[in-house]
């Protein structure tokens, strides 16, 4: 993770946990933990800012990011949580068909990177 990177984890989750507390005391959707809800958001989010797009962040980005907004269907009702535990593991499961698409890049802590023999003397 280059130093780059690695500076935008604290601003974004300054950002988040605001609009969190920004929304709460605003009374909308007062019955949504927000912390929790963003927080599933800025870990999907974060993995492409910090990891770019990879076999793996093609995978968790998207699953915390629809784990954020089936969470706040069902803190507003409008879903139980027995429906949002198998979406979960069917999303989970498209996600992981997605990943072996061979145009999709494996990351490079993978990769091993091959040192050429030396030459002998």
Do not use: H
């Amino acid at each position: 993770m280059t130093p780059d990177r690695k500076t935008l984890l604290l601003p974004i989750l300054l950002i988040t946990v605001g609009v969190g507390w920004l929304l709460t005391t605003l009374g909308v959707a007062p019955g949504i933990d927000w912390v929790w809800t963003l927080g599933l958001a800025v870990v999907g989010i974060s993995t492409f800012a910090v990891s770019g797009f990879d076999k793996v962040t093609v995978v968790v980005g998207p699953f915390f990011i629809l784990a954020s907004c089936l969470s706040i269907l069902r803190q507003t009702d409008r879903m139980r949580f027995d429906v949002e535990v198998p979406i979960l593991v069917i999303i989970a499961g498209v996600l992981l068909l997605i990943a072996r698409v061979p145009a999709i890049p494996v990351p490079n802590w993978v990769v091993q990177e091959t040192k050429p023999n030396n030459p002998p003397q």
